[in-house]
């Protein structure tokens, strides 16, 4: 079954082929891919999982991990090929929604594909900073039997493990309790958190400021900077914060047993 489907993926392909929907590069690239399912059927090392419905759905995934799923690439590429055979169409270019004048279409194009490629960039770094186990770490505490969890993490395609360790702070980045003096509040990474907030709002009205303006100057780019000085002035000075903080706090022996262990 497994080749009846592969073969008739290719003669489909070759049709879109045909029609222009794909390139012959897009096209030798899917039949490559189908190629390496048909020896991974062929000699036993295809594996199914729970997410597969049919044969169909289970070469369609596998062909997607093979040659990638070119989505983001492939919308980008489309709009450069268009602006480069359209390099000769002139347009009006606008500041002030007002006529300006006259530019290449194919520049004003070709600023989404850079608007889209910054984007593509910020999509892929997620998986770096998600792509963490919590395998092995229990309710709370972990187990009593030692597994290695670095090995279960590895052996899943995760990247590192999630971790969750307490530290002292330094006196000057904390406060006693007026009513139970053996606490030490930490003041600082909580006046941290609570910048974060204010960062966000402006950001919000960041965003708001230039909601639905043209490319281009428009006058209520004036009003983005008040929020973004601000935003700035805020990080800048958590930042600094932060860093005293980072030079000055101790890990807590218990911890230090755990990592030791």
Do not use: C
């Not at 892929?124 to 597994?147: D, F, M, W």
Request: glycine share 10%; proline share 4%.
């Amino acid at each position: 079954m497994y080749q009846a489907d592969l073969n008739g993926t290719k003669v489909y392909t070759e049709g879109l082929n045909k029609i222009g929907l794909i390139t012959k590069e897009e096209l030798s690239s899917i039949h490559q891919g189908l190629d390496v399912i048909h020896k991974e059927w062929e000699s036993g090392k295809f594996i199914e999982k729970p997410g597969d419905e049919d044969i169909h759905t289970a070469n369609e995934r596998r062909l997607g991990e093979i040659i990638g799923k070119h989505i983001a690439g492939g919308f980008i590429s489309t709009i450069l090929k268009r602006a480069d055979r359209e390099i000769d169409v002139l347009m009006p270019g606008y500041t002030h929604l007002q006529r300006a004048q006259p530019i290449r279409w194919s520049h004003w194009l070709s600023s989404y594909a850079t608007y889209f490629t910054e984007d593509y960039k910020r999509l892929k770094q997620i998986l770096e900073r998600v792509n963490q186990s919590p395998l092995g770490a229990g309710a709370l505490a972990g187990h009593p039997y030692g597994i290695d969890r670095e090995f279960l993490a590895k052996g899943l395609g995760f990247n590192s493990v999630i971790e969750f360790g307490f530290i002292q702070l330094a006196d000057a980045y904390s406060t006693g309790s007026s009513l139970m003096p053996q606490k030490k509040n930490p003041d600082s990474l909580e006046l941290l958190r609570g910048k974060s907030g204010r960062v966000f709002g402006s950001l919000s009205g960041f965003l708001m400021s230039i909601k639905s303006i043209p490319s281009t100057y428009n006058k209520d780019m004036q009003e983005d900077k008040e929020p973004l000085f601000d935003a700035l002035t805020t990080v800048e000075h958590s930042v600094l914060i932060a860093t005293g903080l980072e030079k000055e706090f101790h890990s807590e022996k218990p911890i230090i047993s755990l990592v030791n262990a």
